[in-house]
């Protein structure tokens, strides 16, 4: 197909909690470390490497910047927020063996959930707290389940599905208090919400460049190296010592100048861009609920959740034929599936939805290119699909 004829064809893109475009002014600031300025940052002989390594560390002061970190060198930079969170609790644990006790939540993203599982089966002490039905896990709960050889506590800033927006603040109060190191998986909520590492008491913050309109295969884990509790982590990979010996591996210069660019110009337009999306959320809901009257119902907060993020199931629906009928829309389920079997997400069996609504359910990501046309087209595709479907029963 030639790619004048595949761009008339393109779906609207309502995904961006899956991923999103690379920004043109990103990509702008990228360009020259994938030409002309393509040195090493670890090459410490030539100017090619000087400039790569002058490169690293503005990107570096910036993001600290940016992040409120106390210190540039709290910057690690990874392949994506999946690799810092494993490099966080992982790397966190084996460095201190002595105390075995971690605590995180239902509804965190698998990245979070299997590196604590897989501890579990090597003899860790795990609570997986339970969320109420609008996906909030209670800092009570946390404070409850604290023990005195409880190590970190990990919870995502604001959910991959449902856009629930956690009382960060509070619950890494209650770990400084009770010197207990705080993880956060922000991957959804850097450049959304306002988030400040030292301000806010979070010890080891991840992130990645790809859902901020950055570049795909970048991203850090913020490093606390001041205050207590001390902080040590055992590498997750080994080769040079990179990264302050936490991340061994060449630099991807262009993708970290990016990371860079992107996050500042998330924060620069962030509450602009908020009060416009949430506005078009709400008309996608409200559109939804009138053409569908008594089948659609919110997953998550009204509130407190990311102003992109629409997660509705709807009644009566077949959620595994759902997907397939929508046309000219691209969206995502509340399942994590694959084609073949198709399951029930656990963040909205969390909630308490049964695995029927579970499954029949979508997960709107409205971003920087949605425009009111895109959400009267959402309303009709989903409208029509449903409809296919009461005509075919």
């Not at 425009?371 to 087209?377: I, L, R």
Request: glycine letters at 10%; hydrophobic letters at 45%; proline letters at 6%.
């Amino acid at each position: 197909m030639p790619p004048e004829a595949a761009s008339r064809s393109a779906p609207v893109y309502l995904d961006h909690h899956a991923t999103t475009p690379l920004d043109e002014r990103v990509l702008e600031a990228m360009l020259p470390y994938l030409r002309e300025e393509f040195g090493n940052a670890a090459s410490r002989t030539h100017a090619y490497g000087w400039r790569a390594e002058a490169a690293v560390e503005h990107a570096r002061e910036r993001l600290a910047d940016l992040l409120g970190a106390r210190d540039p060198a709290e910057i690690v930079f990874t392949s994506g927020a999946t690799e810092s969170n494993n490099l966080a609790i992982l790397g966190l644990f084996e460095a201190e063996p002595g105390r075995r006790h971690g605590i995180t939540v239902a509804t965190e993203h698998p990245s979070v959930l299997d590196p604590f599982r897989a501890l579990a089966r090597r003899g860790l002490a795990l609570d997986v707290l339970e969320v109420d039905g609008e996906g909030f896990v209670s800092p009570d709960a946390i404070a409850r389940a604290l023990r005195d050889e409880t190590l970190l506590v990990s919870v995502m800033a604001a959910n991959n599905e449902i856009g629930a927006v956690q009382p960060i603040r509070e619950i890494a109060a209650l770990c400084r208090e009770r010197g207990v190191a705080f993880h956060c998986d922000a991957a959804q909520a850097a450049g959304k919400l306002e988030l400040a590492t030292a301000r806010d008491g979070i010890d080891l913050l991840s992130l990645t460049g790809h859902k901020l309109y950055g570049p795909k295969g970048i991203g850090l884990l913020v490093v606390r190296k001041h205050g207590r509790p001390r902080l040590r982590l055992e590498p997750r990979q080994y080769g040079g010592g990179h990264e302050g010996g936490l991340r061994s591996g060449t630099l991807p210069v262009a993708s970290i100048v990016g990371l860079a660019r992107a996050l500042e110009l998330c924060l620069a337009e962030r509450e602009a861009e908020a009060t416009r999306l949430a506005a078009l959320r709400d008309r996608l809901h409200a559109e939804l609920a009138a053409a569908l009257p008594g089948r659609v119902l919110l997953n998550g907060p009204r509130d407190a959740r990311l102003p992109g993020n629409l997660n509705v199931s709807f009644t009566d629906v077949d959620g595994d034929r759902l997907i397939a009928d929508l046309q000219g829309i691209a969206v995502s389920s509340g399942s994590a599936c694959s084609s073949a079997l198709p399951e029930p997400s656990p963040v909205l069996l969390a909630l308490g939805r049964s695995p029927a609504l579970a499954r029949a359910s979508l997960r709107f990501g409205l971003g920087r290119g949605t425009t009111h046309d895109h959400v009267g087209k959402a309303v009709a595709s989903v409208v029509a699909a449903i409809a296919l479907q009461s005509s075919a029963a």
